[in-house]
C-alpha cells in the first residue's frame, strides 16, 4: 500500500484498503479473474449509497442474525472476495454464531480452493478462532447445477437451513432458495439477480456488514424488535435511497 492509502485520515483511506486487500489475494492466487469487475460494481453502487449502511439495510442485517441465530444449520459460504476482504471476520461471526464456514467457489480451481484454504487456515490458527472451515472435499452437489460450480459438502451447505452468501451469483443463489432453504444475500446492487432471489437481501458493503453484525452480537438484544420484514420493501428502499441522493432531477 503506498503513504496514502496508509494514512487513515485519507478521505478513501477504507476504499483503498479494500482495494489492497484484494491486490494481496490476486498474488496470491486467491482471486477468480473477475473479481476486481465484480469489486468495481459493487464500489460504484456503494458510492451511490453514500458509503454508509441506509437504515433498510441495518433492518436486514437485523432480520439475517435472528434467521443465523435460529437455524438448525447454519452456515457462511465464503467465496475469493469474501475471504480477501473479511476473512478473518467471517472465521469471528462464523465462531460466535457456532456454526461452519465453506468455501464455496465459482471459478473453482484446485489452485485456487488452496489458496484460498491455507489463507484461511493460517488466520484461524494466528488468531486461535475456533471454526470448522469446509469445502476442501465436496462430496455433495447443489441440485439444478452445472459443473464444479454445483460442488459442495454435505455436513455444510446441503444440508443447512439457513445459509448466508455474500456476492453471490444469479443461478446458485436461485438454485439454494429452490433447495427451500433460507438465503440471505450481501450484495450493494439492490438490482442484481440475487438480490431479488433471496429471503434476506442485505444491501450494503459486505465489511460493514460483518462489523454491524458483530457488534450487534456483543449486544444483549439484535434482533428487529417484532418489526414484519418484506425483502420487497429493503430492496425498494435502496433503490429509493439511491435514486433520491442527488436530489429531484430539475428537468
Ligand atoms: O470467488 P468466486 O469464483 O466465487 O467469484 C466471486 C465473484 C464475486 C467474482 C463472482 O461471484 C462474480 O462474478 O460475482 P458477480 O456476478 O460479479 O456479482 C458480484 C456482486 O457483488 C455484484 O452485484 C456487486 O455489486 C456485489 N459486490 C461487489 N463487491 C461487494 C459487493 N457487495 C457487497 N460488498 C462488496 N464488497
Known amino acids: 500500500m503506498d503513504e496514502i492509502a496508509a494514512d487513515p485520515s485519507h478521505p ?4 483503498l484498503l479494500l482495494r489492497h486487500r484484494l491486490e494481496e489475494a490476486e498474488k496470491k492466487g486467491m482471486l477468480a479473474g473477475s473479481a476486481m469487475i465484480a469489486h468495481g460494481r459493487g464500489e460504484a453502487y456503494d458510492y451511490l449509497l453514500g458509503e454508509q449502511t441506509i437504515p433498510s439495510a ?31 471476520e467471517m472465521l469471528q461471526l462464523a465462531a460466535v454464531l457456532e456454526c461452519p464456514v465453506e468455501i464455496n467457489i465459482f471459478y473453482r480451481t484446485p489452485e485456487r480452493m488452496e489458496a484460498l484454504l491455507s489463507h484461511l487456515e493460517a488466520i484461524r490458527s494466528s488468531e ?26 454435505k455436513e455444510g451447505i446441503l444440508d443447512s437451513d439457513v ?5 453471490e451469483d444469479g443461478d446458485r443463489c436461485e ?28 444491501v450494503d458493503e459486505l465489511t460493514r456488514v460483518v462489523t454491524n453484525m458483530l457488534e450487534l452480537l456483543s449486544q444483549p438484544t ?30
Do not use: W
Not at 12 to 15: A, E, P
Not at 163 to 167: G, Q, S, T
Not at 224 to 242: K, P, Q
Open 58 to 88: 441495518l433492518h436486514a442485517t437485523k432480520e439475517a442474525l435472528t434467521a443465523l441465530k435460529g437455524a438448525s444449520h447454519p452456515v457462511l459460504s465464503l467465496n475469493g472476495n469474501v475471504v480477501a476482504l473479511a476473512g478473518k
Open 222 to 251: 439484535h434482533d428487529n424488535g417484532g418489526l414484519a420484514y418484506d425483502n420487497e420493501a429493503v430492496l425498494t428502499d435502496a433503490l429509493r435511497h439511491i435514486s433520491t441522493k442527488f436530489g429531484t432531477p430539475e428537468v
Open 175 to 202: 438454485a439454494l432458495v429452490s433447495m427451500g432453504k433460507t438465503v440471505i444475500v450481501i450484495d450493494l446492487n439492490p438490482l442484481s439477480r440475487s438480490a431479488k432471489m433471496g429471503n434476506i437481501t442485505i
Open 163 to 167: 445459509i448466508m452468501v455474500p456476492l
Open 128 to 153: 486461535g478462532i475456533d471454526v470448522k472451515i469446509l469445502g476442501a472435499k465436496p462430496n455433495a452437489k447443489i441440485p439444478g447445477l452445472e459443473g464444479p460450480r454445483a460442488n459442495c459438502t
Open 12 to 15: 478513501r483511506y477504507q476504499s
